[in-house]
């Protein structure tokens, strides 16, 4: 169980918060999705869980382990981050996979590294792509790489900093797929900020909307309403439901 308490962060001394006593809880092996405008504190908070940048008050446990407190190298093996953007550089697939196991190896892979290595590359199904430069792959390829050499920190916890934005459908697919055979079949908690609220319901379990820096609503998605989504973006939106499946249809003119 991931449980954030009343976390706090801001990026000036002069207190002026961009997360404000943020607390939310996600069950192992589930998919948690944070909504919200852009500049609410999504991405934020998944820098503060990984590590990259420190909050100002509150507390992180995954399990009974209290995140913050952990050493870098101890937290790089506890949850692993795919940014929004990332700079893949001129290596082969297999190479660039291979770096995530850095915090086991020191930068000298053993034998047991490329094997874990090899090991995430065929779950993403990228077996065919070991030796090309990532340069040459598609968006999604790029993404499932990423994704990939997260998975090689063996991680208990995944964060995802919108996965599929700029992506074409097919890939948008692609890496959905990927990240619900993660779920599924490995058993590991993600939480993935994401932009299109469609996609969010299709994918998550557990919802978190942000406003202003602060969670308005949580839980599962029967919280997804007309009201609240008018409240949190500001947009004209109508709700339909095919076959026991959410999906939203926004337009209009803001409040």
Known sequence: MLKIDSLSFSYSKKKDYVLKNVSLSL????????????????????????????????????????LLSMKRKELARTVSYVPQEAKLGNLSVFDTVLLGRSPYSNFYPKGKDKEVALNAIKEMGLENLLAKPVYEL???????????????????????????SNLDIRSQEMVFDSIVKLKEEKHLSLLISLHDINLALRLGSYFYFFKDGKIL???????????????????????????GQKFIYIGGNKK
């Not at 192992?28 to 420190?54: A, F, H, Q, R, Y």
């Not at 790489?145 to 919108?162: G, H, K, N, Q, Y």
């Open 27 to 66: 069950p192992t092996g589930e998919i948690g999705i944070l909504l919200g405008p852009n500049g609410v504190g999504k991405s934020t908070l998944l820098k503060c869980l990984d590590g990259l940048i420190k909050p100002c008050e509150g507390s992180v446990f995954l399990d009974d382990k209290n």
């Open 138 to 164: 598609s968006g999604g390829e790029k993404q499932k790489v990423l994704i990939a050499r997260a998975l090689c920190l063996e991680p208990s916890l995944m964060l995802l900093d919108e996965p599929t």
């Open 217 to 243: 609503k949580q839980g599962n998605s029967e919280i997804a309403t007309e009201e609240l989504i008018r409240e949190v973006y500001g947009v004209n939106n109508k709700l339909f439901s095919f076959e």
